[in-house]
């Protein structure tokens, strides 16, 4: 970075203005409707039930003991989270890159924050809660796909539940497929060659990330 890019920096950094208080936040934002602030729930509702079992995917938020975040997407055939009562969700771990930081994460702080989408529809249903990690249990034997039987799973106690508004999918045009430009970026082997696996020829990564990929999402 050049003298001249670190003093832009610099002045644009004076003209920063940090909110540092709820009451400056809530004078620039407004109150919220009472019917907004009153929706959250602390059990499920039939409803939530419903949308949980067509629900195919969904968000994790996780922290660690710092504060430090992640958020992990999960997916699965729709109803990925297994309701087992109304204060109580289990959502299996599928194979992947064995990273788990969210799995990490939770075994320092339990707190999670969820997410589950409906593919098509702008709302949303979050859910916020304590979890733990479970490797025996009898639930998993009802979360077998494709002859995967998860190894473990996340155990959630619900201590929020509500549905969220459509504004940042209408916003962003996310579900509408004439907004989509999946070229507009480098293939996913190029992009893994570029920054994650540098040693490996571009030919085998394209091969690694061909049609076989999706034949092996459940370790066949």
């Known amino acids: 970075m050049d003298t001249g ?3 832009e920096l610099a002045r644009e950094a004076e003209e920063i203005h940090e909110v540092t208080s709820e009451e400056e936040l809530t004078a620039l934002v407004g109150e919220p409707a009472s019917y907004t602030r009153e929706k959250v729930r602390t ?3 039939p409803l939530d039930r419903q949308w949980l079992a067509h629900s195919p995917l969904c968000l994790i938020a996780t922290s660690d003991a710092e504060g430090r975040l992640d958020v992990s997407p999960k997916g699965d055939p729709a109803g990925i989270a297994l309701v087992l009562d109304d204060h109580t969700l289990a959502i299996p771990d599928r194979p992947g890159n064995r990273r788990v930081d969210g799995f990490r994460n939770i075994l320092r702080n339990p707190h999670v924050g969820l ?8 709302d949303t249903l979050r859910v916020n809660g304590r979890a733990r ?3 025996r249990a009898p639930f998993l034997d009802r979360m077998v796909v494709r002859g995967n039987r998860p190894r473990l799973a996340l155990l959630v106690e619900i201590e929020e539940v509500f549905h969220h508004c459509a504004k940042a999918f209408l916003r962003s045009r996310a579900w509408e497929p004439e907004t989509w430009r999946p070229d507009a970026l480098p293939a996913r082997a190029r992009l893994a060659k570029a920054l994650d696996r540098p040693d490996e020829s571009l030919e085998a990564l394209e091969e690694h990330y061909g049609p076989a990929y999706a034949q092996r999402l459940y370790g066949e």
């Open 115 to 122: 997410i589950f989408l409906l593919p098509g529809r702008g």
């Open 133 to 135: 990690i479970v490797s």
């Open 5 to 7: 890019e670190l003093s």
């Open 43 to 45: 059990a499920l509702h």
